[in-house]
């Protein structure tokens, strides 16, 4: 049974690290899982600090004295908005990593399924040896061959 790139490319796109499993390279496996965790762990953290600084902004424009937010005498109104905006744009990067991320582990399952019966052979050799060159330059010669 031939070992199968498009395989690997669905498997990896159904459950990322499954392609990974399929063509035997287990190690990017927790690789895949900890780059998911760490993004994930960017975008709540960024998230939640994004609504702190929100939801502080909306109560200093909502025109009422009895709701006071916690950064009063702090932070002034363009800090909030700052604040804000910071959080947001750090949250959607966030995003946009956990997308990339995706994309990268089903490239690397179909790359590494395409190179899956390529001979890595720890034979790389350089032979060197004399030789007589004919045509326009004819005499002797240094003759190299590499062997893969």
Not at 110 to 134: E, I, K, M, R, W
């Amino acid at each position: 049974m031939l070992h199968s790139p498009s395989k690997a490319t669905l498997l990896s796109a159904a459950l990322p690290g499954a392609g990974q499993f399929y063509n035997k390279k287990y190690w990017k496996i927790p690789v895949i899982y900890a780059g998911f965790a760490g993004l994930g762990y960017l975008v709540k953290t960024n998230h939640d600090d994004y609504k702190i600084y929100k939801d502080a902004y909306r109560l200093r424009l909502d025109m009422d004295e009895n709701t006071v937010d916690d950064f009063v005498g702090v932070y002034s109104d363009e800090d909030l908005v700052t604040l804000k905006n910071y959080y947001r744009r750090n949250r959607d990067l966030s995003m946009i990593g956990i997308g990339l991320l995706y994309i990268l582990n089903i490239i690397d399952a179909s790359v590494d399924a395409h190179l899956f019966y390529f001979n890595v052979s720890d034979d790389l050799t350089l032979h060197v040896q004399p030789g007589y060159s004919g045509g326009y330059f004819a005499g002797p010669a240094l003759n190299l061959s590499v062997n893969f």
